[in-house]
């Protein structure tokens, strides 16, 4: 019931809502543009490795987690979610995170096993300084 209350009130405040959206669409600028720049630094990447194996991703957000580019996309989510201030937006960021948390997660392991002491000790898995 607090919640609805919450939620009604913040609907009826004009300036609640717009400071949720200039916030919102600004997290997702952000996150785009890290989804974009890490899916390039990816393609460059193999590019220059010319099929022969892996290589450790660097630049950008790569600098603090192995998933970047699934960083970005969560981010881009989640300020959908703000700046719509909606369930159906919260619930396709949650998913989003949902699908694509695992699977960062398991590349970080990979990443790990793969280039041991070579691989940044620091280095999380998707959300910079915490997982």
Do not use: Q
């Not at 669409?25 to 899916?39: A, K």
């Not at 998913?95 to 694509?100: E, K, P, Q, S």
């Amino acid at each position: 019931m607090e919640l609805f209350v919450r939620w009604n009130l913040a609907v009826k405040n004009p300036f609640f809502l717009i400071f949720f959206l200039i916030l919102g669409v600004f997290i997702f600028f952000c996150g785009f543009y890290i989804n974009i720049d890490s899916d390039n630094r990816l393609i460059r990447l193999r590019k220059e490795s010319n099929g022969s194996g892996y290589k450790i991703p660097k630049g950008g957000m790569f600098e603090y987690v192995s998933a970047a580019n699934y960083f970005g996309e969560c981010l881009e989510w989640f300020g959908f979610a703000i700046a719509s201030w909606s369930l159906p937006g919260l619930a396709f960021a949650w998913f989003t995170l949902a699908n694509t948390g695992p699977r960062g997660y398991h590349h970080h392991l990979f990443y790990k096993e793969k280039f041991r002491s070579e691989y940044p000790k620091d280095r999380k898995a998707l959300i910079p300084f915490l997982i």
